[in-house]
Structures are given as C-alpha cells and as structure tokens.
C-alpha cells in the first residue's frame, strides 16, 4: 500500500486528464465533492457533457385512486361538489319546484254551445253573413243583394262628351296661322328674274342692220348678219307657203306644215306622265292633266325633297326656274326658265397699272367683286392678287370651269414683253384667288391685264 500525499494532480504533459487505474476510495466520513461542491443525501452525479454536476432525483406522488362522489377526508373524495336538488338524482316530477297548474282535461268546441259557462262554448264567434250572390250592374233595387252601391257613372264613348277636349284644326288653309305668302306661279311675281330678250336684235350674236323685206338672216362664222335670200339654187327649199293643221296619231298628235309643193313637215307631240290628248281636230288639240293634285311650286337653293313630276323650284341663288322632269326610265330637275346659256356664267378683266411707282388694279365685270392686294414686293416686280367673290356658289359638288387670260404686260420703254402667268385657286364656293406673276421679272413694266371666264360645267 502506498500513499499520495497532494492537494492537486495534473498531467503535465498533454493537458489531458488523469487516468486512475486501479479505482477511487473515499474512507467512510470523507465527502466527494465536485466543483468544491459536496453532494447531498440521495444526490447522484450526472455528466454536463463537458464535466460532472449533483443531480436530485424526482419526486414521486402516491399511487392514484378512483373519484368516489360518496367519500370524504380521502384521495377518493370529490372537492367542490355541487349541491344538487332532490330531482336531479330522482327523475321524479314530484320532486320538482314551482310546478305549473294544469287545467282539467280538455273537450272539444260546439258552435251550437250557448251556455257561456260551459267548457265547450266558443267565445267571441264572428257573425257569418248570409250566402253571397253575385253583383249585377244592371240592379236598379238597392234592398237586393245583387245591387252595386256608388257605381260609377261612366264614359260614353263620344269624343262630344270628352271634358278639356283641345280645339282641333279644321284643316282648312284659312285657319293656318304663320302661314307662308305662297308663289302665285306668275312669272311676273317673281324676284331677282334675269331681263329676257324681246326681240330679235337684243341677241348679241344677232345683227339686223340692213333688214328689208325677202332679207334672210345668215351665219357668217361668229354671228348671224343679214343677207340676201338665195332660194332657187343650191338645194334651197323654195317653198315661200305654208298651212298649218293638227294631225291624230294613235293617243299622240303632229303638228303639220304642208308647203306650197305638197311636202309634209310634222311635229310629234307626245303625251307625258299623267297627260292627256283630246279633243284633236284640224284647228288644234286639248292637254289635260290626269294627275291627283297640281303642281307644288317652291323657292329655295336647295332643291325641295321628294318632288313629283311637273313640280317647279325657283332655284334663288341662281335666278333659274326648274321643272321636276320624269321620263320613262330617270326624273330629274331641268332648266325651264330662262333658257340656259352655252357661255360664261361670269366674265370681266382684271388690270394692272403703275407696277414701278404706285401699283393699282381694277376689276370690270358683272356678278364678281374683286379686290386687288399684292403678295410680295408691291413696289417692285413680283407677284400680285386679286381675290374674286362671286354671286353663285361652286360648292363640293357643282362642276365649273375658270379660264384666266393673261396678256402681254406693257412696258413702258421696250413696248410689249412677255405674257402674264396667271394661277387661279378655290378658297371656298365662292372664293377664288388669282396670283399673277411676270416671268421674266423684266424692268419697266407699267400696264398689264388678264381676262376671265367662269364657266357652268
């Protein structure tokens, strides 16, 4: 046996701990501590992981037992019962509290019961009336049961009868009121009409000068002059009369000029919608009309809608009355008044003068007003203008034709130069502009001019 007196062992050598070979023995009364700690009585040693610690065990309670609702002072005994009334554990009724009364058995009701007293009589019953029969309006006795109380007294049907009924209009024209002052159809009432040619000579192609008796009028090539008459030769008719008659043909007539060699010349009159012919004899014929009502006249520019055959519009922008045309296979509005021209529906000249110092311009022609402006460099010489406003109105869909003549500008040392160039351009219906341009921006120049012409196309 050998003995190790030492208060600290340690290995020197790794650190590591020291190994006990043969076994510990701690010598009765001696503690065994642990971390300067000694254990208690009954206190185990358990391992943290990095070292060693007292542990106590857990306290175990007694063995558990059933719950006894009967015992007291015991594990068995129940605390905080509840005080449970007698019936809870009797189920008998008698064991209830503030028990109801209940009434004595009960019988069924007799409507016939009139002892009130009596557990089978019905109280309050309502009074039934006595058998309904149905209601008849024409009941005039009012003790029956079929008679109807405050029946209404109701609308005979008759527009006579009707209360706050309105005034309704006679239908009579007379009774109109606002109404228009209607177009009388006489040539004579209307406004704004052209000045028609009355004679022969008012024609501006037409020059009667010379006329004498057996005189003719001939075309020369730009108008009609007088001329000897040269019948006899040259395939000439030389029929010098006539006589004149009204031919039947089928539901139509001819109109026949017979010549004093024997020859016929006849016109063909045809009856149109909703004419007539009667009445034919060698002096003349009757026209009638066989439609429902007459023809409706109306003034406006715009061409009134859904016209029927031989209506007329006064068409007032341009001063033309139209006739309302239908024919076997197309309707449409034709001129009727006055005859329609193949010329220039306008035509003037536009002038120029003093270019170099103080230019100037001047429109004459009827229908158009002009005003003159210049464009750029008004005391040089480049570019000027006139704008033209005219009386009728090209709009979108009118067709039309402007020709604008330019003539030879004057100039004032070398005589005449170049022509004028002349643009036209449509500002709107009634608006154009002429531009006018020297192309030859030559020196000198005084006086210009260009004419023109606006056509109906």
């Given at each position: 046996?050998?003995?190790?007196?030492?208060?600290?062992?340690?290995?020197?050598?790794?650190?590591?701990?020291?190994?006990?070979?043969?076994?510990?023995?701690?010598?009765?009364?001696?503690?065994?501590?642990?971390?300067?700690?000694?254990?208690?009585?009954?206190?185990?040693?358990?391992?943290?992981?990095?070292?060693?610690?007292?542990?106590?065990?857990?306290?175990?309670?007694?063995?558990?037992?059933?719950?006894?609702?009967?015992?007291?002072?015991?594990?068995?005994?129940?605390?905080?019962?509840?005080?449970?009334?007698?019936?809870?554990?009797?189920?008998?009724?008698?064991?209830?509290?503030?028990?109801?009364?209940?009434?004595?058995?009960?019988?069924?009701?007799?409507?016939?019961?009139?002892?009130?007293?009596?557990?089978?009589?019905?109280?309050?019953?309502?009074?039934?009336?006595?058998?309904?029969?149905?209601?008849?309006?024409?009941?005039?006795?009012?003790?029956?049961?079929?008679?109807?109380?405050?029946?209404?007294?109701?609308?005979?049907?008759?527009?006579?009868?009707?209360?706050?009924?309105?005034?309704?209009?006679?239908?009579?024209?007379?009774?109109?009121?606002?109404?228009?002052?209607?177009?009388?159809?006489?040539?004579?009432?209307?406004?704004?009409?052209?000045?028609?040619?009355?004679a022969l000579n008012d024609l501006s192609d037409?020059?009667?000068?010379?006329?004498?008796?057996?005189?003719?009028?001939?075309?020369?090539?730009?108008?009609?002059?007088?001329?000897?008459?040269?019948?006899?030769?040259?395939?000439?008719?030389?029929n010098t009369t006539y006589s004149q008659a009204?031919?039947?043909?089928?539901?139509?007539?001819?109109?026949?000029?017979?010549?004093?060699?024997?020859?016929?010349?006849?016109?063909?009159?045809?009856?149109?919608?909703?004419?007539?012919?009667?009445?034919?004899?060698?002096?003349?014929?009757?026209?009638?009309?066989?439609?429902?009502?007459?023809?409706?006249?109306?003034?406006?520019?715009?061409?009134?809608?859904?016209?029927?055959?031989?209506?007329?519009?006064?068409?007032?922008?341009?001063?033309?009355?139209?006739?309302?045309?239908?024919?076997?296979?197309?309707?449409?509005?034709?001129?009727?008044?006055?005859?329609?021209?193949?010329?220039?529906?306008?035509?003037?000249?536009?002038?120029?003068?003093?270019?170099?110092?103080?230019?100037?311009?001047?429109?004459?022609?009827?229908?158009?007003?002009?005003?003159?402006?210049?464009?750029?460099?008004?005391?040089?010489?480049?570019?000027?203008?006139?704008?033209?406003?005219?009386?009728?109105?090209?709009?979108?869909?009118?067709?039309?034709?402007?020709?604008?003549?330019?003539?030879?500008?004057?100039?004032?040392?070398?005589?005449?130069?170049?022509?004028?160039?002349?643009?036209?351009?449509?500002?709107?219906?009634?608006?154009?502009?002429?531009?006018?341009?020297?192309?030859?921006?030559?020196?000198?120049?005084?006086?210009?001019?260009?004419?023109?012409?606006?056509?109906?196309?």
């Amino acid at each position: 046996m050998s003995k190790l007196l030492t208060n600290q062992i340690s290995n020197y050598n790794d650190n590591g701990p020291v190994e006990v070979k043969d076994g510990v023995n701690i010598p009765t009364g001696k503690p065994l501590q642990v971390a300067g700690t000694n254990g208690t009585s009954g206190q185990y040693l358990t391992s943290t992981g990095s070292s060693i610690a007292w542990s106590t065990f857990p306290n175990i309670p007694a063995a558990q037992v059933q719950s006894d609702w009967n015992a007291s002072g015991t594990l068995a005994a129940i605390l905080n019962k509840p005080t449970l009334a007698t019936v809870a554990t009797s189920g008998s009724y008698n064991d209830l509290t503030n028990k109801p009364t209940i009434p004595a058995a009960q019988i069924q009701s007799d409507w016939s019961q009139s002892n009130s007293v009596a557990l089978d009589f019905i109280k309050n019953k309502p009074t039934i009336p006595a058998v309904q029969v149905q209601s008849n309006w024409n009941e005039n006795d009012s003790n029956l049961l079929s008679f109807i109380q405050n029946k209404p007294t109701l609308f005979s049907g008759a527009y006579a009868d009707l209360t706050g009924k309105p005034t309704l209009f006679s239908g009579s024209w007379n009774d109109l009121t606002n109404k228009p002052t209607l177009f009388s159809g006489a040539y004579a009432d209307l406004t704004g009409k052209p000045t028609l040619v009355t004679a022969l000579n008012d024609l501006s192609d037409v020059d009667t000068s010379g006329l004498s008796n057996n005189k003719i009028l001939k075309y020369n090539g730009s108008s009609w002059v007088i001329a000897d008459d040269a019948s006899g030769g040259g395939g000439a008719d030389g029929n010098t009369t006539y006589s004149q008659a009204v031919v039947s043909d089928s539901s139509n007539v001819k109109l026949r000029l017979t010549g004093s060699d024997s020859t016929d010349d006849d016109i063909l009159i045809t009856a149109g919608t909703n004419i007539s012919i009667s009445n034919v004899s060698t002096e003349g014929f009757t026209l009638s009309s066989t439609a429902s009502s007459g023809a409706s006249v109306t003034t406006s520019d715009s061409a009134p809608g859904s016209p029927n055959d031989g209506d007329l519009w006064w068409k007032s922008d341009e001063g033309r009355l139209k006739v309302y045309y239908q024919d076997t296979d197309s309707s449409q509005w034709v001129d009727a008044s006055p005859p329609a021209s193949s010329g220039p529906r306008y035509k003037g000249t536009a002038a120029f003068t003093n270019f170099g110092t103080n230019p100037q311009g001047t429109w004459t022609g009827a229908g158009i007003t002009a005003t003159y402006g210049a464009i750029s460099n008004p005391s040089g010489y480049g570019s000027f203008q006139f704008t033209f406003t005219m009386a009728h109105n090209y709009g979108d869909t009118d067709s039309y034709l402007i020709l604008a003549q330019g003539h030879f500008n004057n100039d004032s040392t070398a005589g005449r130069g170049t022509p004028l160039v002349v643009n036209m351009e449509k500002v709107n219906g009634t608006t154009f502009i002429g531009t006018v341009s020297d192309p030859d921006s030559g020196s000198n120049i005084d006086d210009a001019k260009f004419d023109l012409f606006v056509f109906d196309a």
